[in-house]
């Protein structure tokens, strides 16, 4: 009985151990709002602005916080935003080709 007792002891005090430790992570979200338009809240869950990358994709946050679709100029350089917001990269739009980067680099 001492054995039982040892061994309830141990997964008491594991399980006490995982709940006081256990911290919730919350990553960013996307959220879409009554006009259709989506916006990114970081950890805080305060919404983004500017350039972002969420699983590997690139986007733009305008300074409402609202994803960005169409071209955009920054910084001089000329981007595409797909119809979902992510950045159009090795390909052409249209008669514009955009670079791996996104960037505007030749029309056709």
Not at 16 to 27: K, N, S, W
Not at 37 to 48: A, K, M, P, Q
């Amino acid at each position: 009985m001492n054995r039982a007792r040892k061994f309830l002891t141990s997964v008491t005090l594991s399980l006490l151990m995982m709940l006081i430790f256990c911290v919730p992570v919350f990553a960013g979200t996307w959220t879409e709002h009554d006009d259709h338009t989506w916006t990114y809240l970081n950890d805080d869950g305060e919404s983004v602005t500017g350039w972002i990358n969420d699983n590997g994709k690139t986007y733009y946050l305008d300074k409402e916080g609202c994803k960005k679709t169409g071209w955009l100029k920054s910084k001089g350089c000329w981007y595409y935003f797909n119809e979902n917001g992510e950045m159009a990269s090795n390909t052409w739009i249209d008669n514009y080709y955009v670079n791996s980067d996104g960037k505007w680099k030749g029309t056709r």
